[in-house]
């Protein structure tokens, strides 16, 4: 877990926030939810988990585009 934890901490907000806009814009634009995480994961190599966890974050924070 801890491990986990530190790779999670590695990405910057900045990153964070970028993300979360890729995921957000690319259903926007009609992709599916796995569809946009998975092209995230890819574009900003990261799993798919960290994915997920920013989505939520960018959620919970009404992140832009929001």
Do not use: C, H, N, Y
Not at 22 to 47: L, T
């Amino acid at each position: 877990m801890a491990a986990k934890q530190t790779a999670e901490s590695s990405v910057t907000v900045e990153q964070r926030r970028a993300i979360f806009k890729a995921v957000v814009e690319a259903q926007d634009e009609g992709k599916s939810v796995e569809a946009s995480r998975a092209e995230a994961a890819r574009r900003f190599s990261v799993s798919d988990d960290q994915v997920r966890s920013i989505e939520r974050e960018g959620l919970d924070q009404e992140w832009p585009p929001l």
